[in-house]
T-cell receptor, first 114, second 111 residues
Framework: NAGVTQTPKFQVLKTGQSMTLQCAQD?????MSWYRQDPGMGLRLIHY???????DQGEVPNGYNVSRSTTEDFPLRLLSAAPSQTSVYFC?????????????FGDGTRLSIL | QQPVQSPQAVILREGEDAVINCSSS?????VHWYRQKHGEAPVFLMI?????EQKGHEKISASFNEKKQQSSLYLTASQLSYSGTYFC????????????FGSGTQLTVLP
């Protein structure tokens, strides 16, 4: 099983550029989420979704947009990249996002903004 | 609010034991533990639910004190493969849709 697949694995952008980080899962999970991880810090939730057409903000949503048109895909968009968005981005999924369900993480996208 | 993990880092010899603590200022419904090796994705270890039993997996177990809003992860007879950063994720609502993670405990097991 592929699980959670993130593309690209690495990306370098210039300030002001836009891009979309892709996330796809093949486990038919309703809940999907995006986190960013900065050095020495834990994972911080950016946005999450509990099903197709339903998204909500997490702890650090500013500068990021999401949409969920299918169960499988949950892309994260940076509209105008800033150096403060340099980070490692992880996508995760779980069946319904319930308390007794573990999250499955993708391998991450390492993003540098110059 | 972010849970507080302690210690921030620990170095062990193979076969030694370790305890990692996770404390929250909020009442918690569940605590989730993950391990992350350098350059890799976090990997699920276990979930502790309010009112649930202490969990265990091989030589790694955890407890959850609901009254103190604390969870502890116990690593017994550490193996080299236990090296990595351990994160707790806390869930005050019962839905786990907005887990808040601690800043991690870096565990290094030496031969």
């Amino acid at each position: 099983n592929a699980g959670v697949t993130q593309t690209p694995k690495f990306q370098v952008l210039k300030t002001g550029q836009s891009m979309t980080l892709q996330c796809a899962q093949d486990m038919n999970h309703e809940y999907m989420s995006w986190y960013r991880q900065d050095p020495g810090m834990g994972l911080r939730l950016i946005h999450y979704s509990v099903g197709a057409g339903i998204t909500d903000q997490g702890e650090v949503p500013n500068g990021y947009n999401v949409s969920r048109s299918t169960t499988e895909d949950f892309p994260l968009r940076l509209l105008s990249a800033a150096p403060s968005q340099t980070s490692v981005y992880f996508c995760a999924s779980s069946p319904q996002g319930n308390s007794n369900q573990p999250q499955h993480f993708g391998d991450g996208t390492r993003l540098s903004i110059l | 609010q972010q849970p507080v993990q302690s210690p921030q880092a620990v170095i062990l010899r193979e076969g030694e034991d370790a305890v990692i603590n996770c404390s929250s200022s909020k009442a918690l419904y569940s605590v989730h533990w993950y391990r992350q090796k350098h350059g890799e994705a976090p990997v699920f270890l276990m979930i502790l639910l309010k009112g649930g039993e202490q969990k265990g997996h091989e030589k790694i177990s955890a407890s959850f004190n609901e009254k103190k809003q604390q969870s502890s992860l116990y690593l017994t007879a550490s193996q080299l493969s236990y090296s990595g950063t351990y994160f707790c994720g806390t869930d005050p609502s019962g839905s786990a849709r907005q887990l808040t993670f601690g800043s991690g405990t870096q565990l290094t097991v030496l031969p």
